[in-house]
């Protein structure tokens, strides 16, 4: 598995941007990612030292499509919760001041 197939995404949430303060950063994952595989793709894409990976599974939840009775599932997701060096920041999440 290469590093772009590893970290899907960064995750902007209320939640996310609060753990900011601890330099824990939230990234959606690949589904078959472990914690190793996560550990060295940010470190190797941001150049970070990593000191925890924490992970989450999220399931699918049950959609109604428009006002029929069908219903489809929502895929399920994989989030990794990283902390990294207090003295170190990784930049798409360092907000721009004006």
């Known amino acids: ?3 772009d197939q590893i970290i899907v995404k960064p995750v902007f949430t209320e939640k996310s941007t609060q ?5 824990q950063y939230t990234f959606e994952v690949h589904r078959q990612a472990t914690k190793k595989d996560i550990k060295w793709a940010v470190e190797e894409l941001f150049k970070v030292e990593v000191y925890a990976v924490k992970v989450v599974n999220r399931r699918g939840k049950r959609r ?5 009775r069908r219903e489809r599932m929502t895929p399920a997701r994989r989030f990794a919760i990283v902390t990294i060096n207090p003295e170190q920041k990784i930049d798409i999440f360092v907000q721009q001041e004006k």
């Open 1 to 3: 598995m290469t590093i």
């Open 19 to 23: 753990r900011l303060a601890q330099n």
């Open 64 to 68: 109604r499509i428009a006002r029929t």
